[in-house]
Antibody, heavy 117, light 107 residues
């Protein structure tokens, strides 16, 4: 039974960089894609991007210029950096395991990130 | 981007009722359509993939159907534990867009 545990700063000021990390416990790390998804208050879920164990990435075009994902296979962890945040980036951020691209079958517990001056 | 539109936004039904949620895609997604259930304060849970394939452990009262642009999620006999928000998601093409959600309330 795979478990995903995520952490990172929950309160940021505009223009700062959002950084989150997700650790994967149990199951295969190299056999899946690893994703980040966010849910702004009152808005639909939004796929941010994904990374596989080789480090290859795919990002949502709407966020591509500000997103970087990385992976540490020695620790079964992957990370999200989102630069130059604004209030529009305030959301509940989830990490997730993608069984196939964009299909998330296991989720982290979520991290609320608030951007406020 | 493919847009996903769910209806209704909210529905209220009684225990034992049959409930149906619709999801429409702005262009064909074949059967690359998933349904998730999200309860307050919790992460979404995958219920159905490939439009009609039930995830292991999901009660058989849940079912999905559809192909192309029109999809439905049905709950054959609504239970109190089914109170949640349900999201459809296409995973046919870039960015795997989600619908805006349907909140199911128990009368």
């Amino acid at each position: 039974q795979v478990q995903l545990q995520q952490w990172g700063a929950g309160l940021l000021k505009p223009s700062e960089t959002l950084s989150l990390t997700c650790a994967v416990y149990g199951g295969s790390f190299s056999g899946y894609d690893w994703s980040w998804i966010r849910q702004p208050p009152g808005k639909p879920l939004e796929w941010i991007g994904e990374i596989i164990h080789t480090g290859s990435t795919n990002y949502n075009p709407s966020l591509m210029s500000r997103v970087t994902m990385s992976v540490d296979t020695s620790k079964n962890q992957f990370s999200l950096n989102l630069t130059s945040v604004t209030a529009a980036d305030t959301a509940l951020y989830y990490c997730g395991r993608a069984r196939v691209r964009w299909l998330i079958d296991s989720w982290g517990q979520g991290t609320l990130v608030t951007v406020s001056s | 981007d493919i847009q996903m539109t769910q209806s209704p936004s909210t529905l209220s039904a009684s225990v034992g009722d049959r409930v149906t949620i619709s999801c429409r895609a702005s262009q064909s997604v074949s059967d690359w359509l998933a349904w998730y259930q999200q309860k307050p304060g919790k992460a979404p849970k995958l219920l159905i993939h490939r439009a009609s394939n039930l995830e292991s452990g999901v009660p058989s009262r849940f079912s999905g159907s559809g192909f192309g642009t029109e999809f439905t999620l049905s709950i054959s006999s609504l239970q109190p534990d089914d109170s949640a928000t349900y999201y459809c998601q296409q995973y046919n093409s870039y960015s795997g867009t989600f619908g805006q959600g349907t909140k199911v309330e128990i009368k």
